[in-house]
């Protein structure tokens, strides 16, 4: 399939993993190069290891574009690595006192998922306390990940009343008036634009302007005109069009809402071409 990219100029990417995107076959360098002429405003590099961080930064750090955030993801909570990983987290959050512009911007992804194991259930909710704590302590906010854990989700959220976002949301528009209740962005990803995804599209039409945000999951997750292709930053368009198609309202409008909200969240300011 002949690979298309769709920019609505000044969106910002809220969710990506640069760093895997070799592993699908795609080249970064000249990706970044293309959704900077595209008009994005910002990609949001998101860690799954606390031991990934340095090198993600090094990979990417001189990139205008890219902020970085650190985390360790709920399918990486084995027993013998997490002590180690949350020791790297907290020194990846001490650089934060540097106010350098490669320091995390947020701390994730974190959090529950029973899709493919339950082994370790509880291992991962205590790692969520621990790394929400940690948010807490150098006030960054949460990039929450939930898959097949939407009781142990919610009540979490209840426990702790974090202050983050709800990424790549694909529960049904109950599950996300209760995000929103707790106070949560919540973040649409490719799979809003699914066929079967009537839930998703429900539950996008219900959020408020300001507590709205899209997002790749790039190099997964590719929007339907994409579907079968690895997907990166460039797919943006087709997210932010398709909430524009069901909100009844210009794309132009939901890149300034969605760049405005990721600003606030993550205390970044939009790149732009002529500010560069
Ligand atoms: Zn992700």
């Given at each position: 399939m002949k690979d298309a990219s769709r920019y609505v100029?000044?969106?910002?990417?809220?969710?990506?993993?640069?760093?895997l995107f070799s592993r699908r076959g795609l080249d970064t360098a000249p990706l970044l190069r293309e959704a900077r002429a595209g008009g994005l405003a910002g990609i949001i590099d998101v860690g799954v290891?606390?031991?990934?961080?340095d090198r993600r930064?090094?990979?990417?750090?001189?990139?205008?574009?890219?902020?970085?955030t650190v985390g360790l993801h709920p399918t990486s909570c084995e027993p013998g690595r997490v002590d180690?990983?949350?020791?790297?987290?907290?020194?990846?959050?001490e650089t934060r006192a540097s106010a350098d512009r490669t320091s995390p911007v947020a701390v994730g992804e974190v959090g529950l998922d029973s899709y493919h194991s339950t082994e370790h259930v509880r291992l991962q909710v205590d790692?969520?306390?621990?790394?929400?704590?940690?948010?807490?302590?150098?006030?960054?906010?949460?990039?929450?990940?939930?898959?097949?854990?939407?009781?142990?989700?919610?009540?979490?959220?209840?426990?702790?009343?974090?202050?983050?976002?709800?990424?790549?949301?694909?529960?049904?528009a109950e599950y996300c008036a209760r995000c929103l209740d707790l106070g949560l962005y919540v973040s649409f990803g490719g799979n809003i634009t699914y066929r079967s995804s009537q839930d998703i599209r429900a539950a996008a039409a219900l959020v408020p302007d300001d507590r709205l945000l899209v997002e790749t999951d790039?190099?997964?997750?590719?929007?339907?005109?994409?579907?079968?292709?690895?997907?990166?930053?460039?797919?943006?368009?087709?997210?932010?069009?398709?909430?524009?198609?069901?909100?009844?309202?210009?794309?132009?409008?939901?890149?300034?809402?969605?760049?405005?909200n990721a600003c606030a969240l993550f205390g970044i300011t939009p790149w732009s071409a002529d500010a560069a």
């Open positions: 100029a000044g969106s910002i990417d809220s969710h990506a993993h640069l760093e290891l606390p031991s990934d961080f930064v090094s990979a990417f750090g001189d990139q205008p574009l890219v902020s970085f180690a990983e949350l020791t790297l987290l907290e020194a990846a959050l790692v969520l306390e621990r790394q929400a704590a940690l948010a807490v302590g150098h006030d960054l906010p949460l990039i929450l990940h939930n898959r097949a854990s939407e009781p142990q989700m919610l009540a979490f959220l209840r426990r702790t009343r974090p202050r983050g976002v709800m990424h790549c949301f694909s529960q049904d790039s190099p997964y997750l590719s929007p339907q005109a994409v579907r079968g292709t690895a997907n990166h930053p460039g797919h943006l368009g087709f997210v932010v069009e398709a909430l524009a198609a069901l909100r009844g309202v210009s794309a132009v409008h939901i890149a300034a809402v969605t760049r405005a």
